[in-house]
């Protein structure tokens, strides 16, 4: 049964996510593209901003986010308390981001990282579960009060 997945990022990112979200409807997962539609400079948090509440709504199990750095995007969706975005350059860094943070927003810096690694982290951070335990309270601790 595939996720329901909402992806979205800036100019820097367009390439990419258009590949993801292929790759991702292909597994069988349900895609919501919160744009850019194209590689036009666009302003970032008006993609992510939407897509950040469509997590925190449940309208989506996960968010990926895709810009050149990853850095204004993984900044912008952890504004929101729900939200646990992981800004990851490596396949481990997207396990480790679920296993031990439940991250649910997984952020990729395309200026940094070859296609085929950005699909290889997109596929781990789905497969992998919330590992909980220990790392529930330290989970818990992250939202300010």
Not at 33 to 59: C, I, M, Q, R, T
Not at 70 to 88: F, H
Not at 123 to 142: A, P, S, W, Y
Request: with cysteine; charged share 25%.
């Amino acid at each position: 049964m595939g996720y329901k997945i909402a992806i979205g990022g800036d100019h820097a990112g367009f390439t990419y996510k258009s590949l993801l979200k292929e790759q991702l409807e292909t597994a069988g997962h349900e895609v919501t593209d919160f744009g850019p539609g194209s590689d036009a400079s666009v302003d970032y948090p008006d993609h992510v901003h939407p897509l950040a509440k469509a997590v925190v709504n449940k309208e989506a199990d996960f968010g990926i986010l895709i810009c050149g750095s990853g850095n204004g995007v993984a900044m912008t969706a952890n504004k929101y308390q729900e939200v646990r975005a992981a800004l990851c350059w490596q396949t481990e860094l997207a396990k480790l981001s679920r296993e031990h943070n439940n991250a649910n927003i997984l952020c990729i810096p395309a200026r940094f990282v070859s296609q085929d690694v950005a699909a290889d982290m997109t596929r781990v951070f789905l497969e992998t579960e919330f590992e909980g335990g220990r790392h529930q309270n330290r989970v818990d601790k992250i939202p300010v009060c």
